[in-house]
């Protein structure tokens, strides 16, 4: 008990340290003070709105800012669509599953926010992105937390750039560790922006190989819970609809909390990359003190969405602000 005392201790340390640390010159919590004072108002209506018309909001927007953020940094480029002349992020395989409500709910926000003559086209989608992404984990009972803004839109979106860029389903330690490392994310930062699993959802085919195809000599993985693989057999037999959509949180999956780590330590995540976090013993002390403690969980995942958010940031030199969130 002493022990993961510690460790509580520990994580929450590092957790409210990285805020010391010096963030990208151009991002401020007052970025638009002068041009758009209101923003941050502003989008929180337009994302509660679209929240109260499906939940599907929170998840498809959370992943929204994250497929973004891996691939060529937090520039809106995921939003772009792609032309004849183009084959944007968004139409990248890994990208096809990226749920149509989180693209709706930025487009509705910046709809919202132009609305206003005197924001209109001063906020980048980059930003109603970062704040959108905010207000959906506040609205599914997550924290709050204060977003940096004055991030410019990217010029580039081609679905080259996504090739090896974003965590698949079946990643071992090793392999997530390095893909977080190459955006300066750090181990412990990785397993809190996991939490995000919380609410978020897979279709079958994602971990089907689990409990139909593990090995010749188990068809189920033997890390995963046999009750809870006999309830996704259930809701995914073989052949079954590959639009059929599971949550990944099986206990409270319409509530941002910690039960996602208490799911792991009961062999109840649905990917081999969740359940590696526990199964690990480099990562399995980490999953234990979130499982713990809310407040911990809370703290870390609050200070890692900060450090996601300052990855790849483009300026007035690299981007501009779009007119039109899918348009470059």
Request: hydrophobic share 40%; proline share 4%; with cysteine.
């Amino acid at each position: 008990m002493a022990q993961l005392n510690l460790i509580l201790v520990y994580l929450l340390f590092l957790s409210l340290s990285l805020f010391s640390c010096p963030t990208s010159a151009q991002l401020s919590h007052h970025h638009y003070a002068q041009t758009c004072p209101n923003v941050e108002k502003i989008v929180r209506e337009a994302v509660k709105k679209k929240f109260h018309q499906t939940f599907v909001t929170v998840p498809a927007t959370l992943r929204l800012f994250f497929h973004d953020c891996f691939v060529q940094g937090c520039d809106a480029s995921v939003l772009v669509a792609s032309t004849k002349q183009n084959k944007a992020e968004r139409d990248h395989p890994d990208n096809l599953s990226l749920a149509g409500d989180g693209f709706d709910t930025v487009n509705k926000a910046k709809e919202a926010v132009d609305a206003v003559p005197l924001c209109r086209n001063k906020v980048s989608c980059a930003d109603i992105l970062a704040m959108a992404t905010r207000d959906v984990v506040v609205l599914a009972g997550g924290p709050y937390y204060e977003v940096e803004l004055g991030r410019y839109d990217g010029l580039r979106s081609k679905d080259s750039d996504v090739n090896g860029r974003l965590p698949e389903p079946g990643f071992n330690l090793n392999q997530l560790n390095s893909l977080f490392a190459a955006n300066g994310l750090t181990q412990t930062e990785m397993i809190a922006l996991s939490g995000a699993h919380t609410v978020g959802f897979s279709h079958c085919s994602k971990f089907s190989q689990r409990i139909y195809n593990f090995k010749s000599k188990s068809q189920v993985d033997p890390t995963m819970n046999r009750q809870y693989a006999t309830e996704l057999k259930s809701q995914c037999p073989r052949n079954v609809d590959p639009r059929i959509a599971i949550n990944m949180d099986p206990t409270t999956p319409k509530a941002f909390d910690n039960v996602y780590f208490q799911n792991l330590q009961k062999g109840k995540g649905l990917f081999t990359s969740d359940q590696v976090l526990f199964m690990d013993s480099r990562s399995k002390a980490a999953v234990n003190a979130f499982a713990s403690s809310s407040k911990t969980f809370r703290a870390n995942f609050v200070a890692a969405m900060t450090k996601l958010g300052r990855v790849g940031v483009k300026n007035a030199h690299n981007g501009n602000i779009r007119t039109d969130c899918s348009v470059i």
